[in-house]
């Protein structure tokens, strides 16, 4: 049974390439969605289609349209979500996924580390399952295959 | 990953083939669907399939039932939505066709020229994206690959 | 039985009076709410709000929110939808509203004339029921009563 | 008709006040409802309820069962949400209620300083209308009674 | 608790007020609501209010746009449906509103003779309830009140 | 494009057959399901797995647990459902699967006789075509492939 | 703001009453729903509105179809449930209640005893609350109006 | 056709092999999921991947957040949802899935022994189909097929 994982979270490091090299190591069947991890191509999607805009603030309200329209297309094929939050940045896109994926009732796992049990206690008790790694993520989803 | 594409809109030119050959040329795995495109079997199709109707209002209501039915079964078996507006006609259907999409959650882009702007304001408001160009159509499609 | 009637369509004329009259005249329990029928208020109150913006393109996005935050509110409070489609203007957001309703299952009713049967057909094939006057309307509305 | 308005977002200050001393001020029909603004109250009301938790961590969890309760029963009863992000703060909270309002189809405001514009800009994207100030998102609710 | 019930069925004999006076006797806060019973009325409904029809079959499509109008109104402020069959007539129009009902999460009673058991039972299946006579279904409504 | 057609009403001849035959022969990728149409099988099917039941009463309803188990099975693989109405017969069941494929936003088309406009013509109005010969029927989903 | 709570669960003990005299001390505006608590009744009301059913099995049938009729009606009026679990009883009807209130969305707490912890542990993690007694749910509702 | 069968319920004996071995006699193209079958390993999730917690009780937390996970996943990818009640323990798992699984508009079949009639009634109710053994239960559903 072929399971979409959508892979929302922060787009500054590598984790998602760890993800994806768990799920090879333990021959789990699957496939792989999520955001644009280029931030500047992130950033700069509306000006890249839509041309030159007044000032920084059209510019970033070019570029949500279009990261928004590529994660609804992703998340409504994806079966399961999984989110990392890091411990920089505001990653307000991180829980708006979250948060919409409960909404359409996509199982989901955070993976956080212990220094945002607090910030995050509300949308961890929302969520499916919340846990520390990578590793930790990866056992779930193995889970369902067992 | 295979996304069906319902192109809307109007029927008058040849937009939804550039749309197909852009598509070949950046090698999207894109399959499209859409309405009638020969505009005189749309009109006719009530009184084709059911007979002659007693006067012009009948046989468009005849129509109707059979455009719609045909827009219903394709545009649920779609994944995104693009939509046309040109700068003649009246094209409601187009804008039925976007409102709904939008309501069944399809990730929708509208193309219109910039003459189009203001009457389609609230209209493009609830929709993803609005480009001016076919090919900046694409280029949003074809991002969700990247 | 109180019934909140969404009233969609231009905003040019009286309409709304002609109705809102009509049904006092029959006493039907009905109250009415609608868009922002002032047209320059509708086409300002992006800027009137947030202050100048770039261009009119930006203008008339910072309209549109407003202006379609103001129409789900309403259309949310609404048991049924009576749209008026007049003959000149592209009416956009009338066919817009339409779809909303009628996706939305608000028992709606059309108005229009004659001459606007052949654009309109697929819109008047989803909705409940299309008439050429209002009169007609407030006949259609005041049946639930008998 | 009366409007029932959740008021989302940081517990650090006194901008719900403001809010309803606006709308006072204004005579708009509205009432509020909102999060625990006590923030003691709302960290230990699972130790208050339930007892001692073995640690933070079980502290925290226990908590935000009964806000995230509290939360779902008066989002439900409202109409629209207002969620005011400010500067300091994770406020992932306030993103999971924005979310979930908008995948409730409730209208929604996003009140937030310029600096964080960027950070928000996908929220702000899904969201109705976002402004920079409380008197601002009055305006717009003040709209709806015009 | 004021409970409003739908009686969907039959229009050819005094079933409605039966149960409208079997609830006065029991003292239950409910209101009625239903079809059109006038028969000639229901029929005639659409050449009415929009004029002569080219055939009966105009005339009945006229006519059930207006009806199913102020069912679909009428059903939605509903709390529950009572669905009376009877030995004669086709009744699908009753057989429809139950199912829409049933679709519609509304709870429902069907009320029918004996001798329909067998013609009725995949649709008696899916209602909650199938009772013989009005005074079983009032006591079945009158159970909610114990 | 594949299409899953359910095909509802009477199991008295062999109209399904002739569905069936049509579309090889315009060569259409149409897949077909439907009910039971063996009627003994279909009638005696509750005791058949369950064991003799108390009377006729008990048996119908037992049969019809297991008939409305397949047919909710069926109906939600399908894309399509065309409802054949004949002369003969209550067809009680039709009417109730036409109204759950409306209810579910399947696109469906009705089959019946000329004499049978006046009493379905409320079920007719909501669904979306309404033919008399099975050879329309095909040409309307035949056009979906035009 | 007035809520209505659904009190799901057992109904061999008066902890009904205790929950309704709780919410007077503290002067909560909820008002109250339930099950028919009178135990013999609810066991017999399908032969005391039907008449003699042939055997037990089919005189339960019959009490089902009535108690599922009045659980439905009540919980969708209702706002959250509270849903008590003892030791005693097999008490599958209110996992049932719970389950369905969750799939509707209804905020809802279980109380349960300490010994119950285990069995319960899948329940209680979709709920949003759990708590061991009836003061700790009057708690958790009463922190909605602080 | 392929189904994916969701075979809910008691994890203590081999009755879901006796399920696959009918299907496989019978040549129906049935693919099965459900829960872990491993008690301990059912019971220990939480800890197995989370680590130690502070007591059984959030030991029984931990676990029961990776076993809805599971079961969400699974029981969203099924077409069909049979359960099995057996007559020790308290199953209330078998009976939320049950629950869950009728909300969600899966087609449910519950396999129970007679001594289970009354205490199951109103769920039973609530399912499709009751049968009383696997080769029944197997019987209902090799019946999609003819």
Redesign the interface.
């Not at 920084?56 to 989110?83: E, G, P």
């Given at each position: 049974?072929e399971?979409v994982v959508y892979l929302a979270g922060q787009i500054h490091d590598d984790w998602r390439e760890q993800v994806e090299q768990g799920a090879r190591e333990k021959n789990l069947p699957l496939?792989f969605?999520g955001p644009?991890t280029?931030h500047d191509?992130s950033d700069n999607?509306g000006e890249?289609?839509?041309g030159k805009q007044?000032?920084?603030?059209?510019k970033?309200?070019a570029?949500?349209?279009?990261?928004?329209?590529?994660?609804?297309?992703?998340m409504?094929?994806s079966?399961?979500v999984i989110a990392l939050f890091g411990e920089q940045?505001?990653?307000?896109?991180t829980?708006?996924d979250?948060?919409?994926a409960?909404?359409?009732?996509k199982?989901t796992?955070i993976v956080r580390p212990?220094s945002l049990?607090?910030?995050?206690?509300?949308?961890?008790?929302?969520a499916?399952?919340?846990?520390e790694t990578i590793e930790?993520a990866l056992?779930?989803v193995s889970?369902?295959y067992?």
């Amino acid at each position: 049974m072929e399971i979409v994982v959508y892979l929302a979270g922060q787009i500054h490091d590598d984790w998602r390439e760890q993800v994806e090299q768990g799920a090879r190591e333990k021959n789990l069947p699957l496939s792989f969605v999520g955001p644009q991890t280029n931030h500047d191509r992130s950033d700069n999607i509306g000006e890249e289609i839509l041309g030159k805009q007044p000032s920084s603030y059209y510019k970033d309200d070019a570029a949500s349209d279009i990261n928004n329209f590529r994660t609804q297309v992703l998340m409504q094929k994806s079966d399961i979500v999984i989110a990392l939050f890091g411990e920089q940045y505001k990653q307000w896109n991180t829980a708006m996924d979250v948060s919409t994926a409960i909404s359409l009732n996509k199982p989901t796992i955070i993976v956080r580390p212990a220094s945002l049990i607090h910030p995050l206690k509300e949308l961890s008790n929302k969520a499916n399952v919340t846990v520390e790694t990578i590793e930790q993520a990866l056992d779930v989803v193995s889970y369902i295959y067992e």
